[in-house]
């Protein structure tokens, strides 16, 4: 049984907006985290240098990072979607 993490992440006004709206269906991001399929996103809403105490709860559904040649080296595209 796979052990889902949870990670809480910083995310700006205007891409928060865009994923609570279904436009962003993605997140690009550092992979220090070791991101996985079926990990949770928490994504908390950060305006005017600080947070609002909103958040967005997604599921990562696929994940394309730098060994596709295709990502700067240390980083992951996620598609992600809102649970």
């Known amino acids: 049984m796979k052990n889902v993490v949870k990670h809480e992440l910083k995310t ?7 994923v609570g709206s279904g436009d962003k269906t993605f997140e690009v991001r550092k992979n220090d985290r070791d991101y996985k399929i079926g990990d949770i996103l928490i994504l ?21 990072t730098d060994d596709s040649g295709y990502v700067l080296p240390g980083y992951a595209i996620m598609s992600i979607k809102e649970i």
């Open 12 to 18: 700006l006004r205007k891409y928060f907006i865009a």
């Open 44 to 64: 908390q809403e950060y305006n005017n240098m600080a947070y609002t105490g909103t958040t967005i709860d997604c599921v990562i559904t696929y994940i394309l």
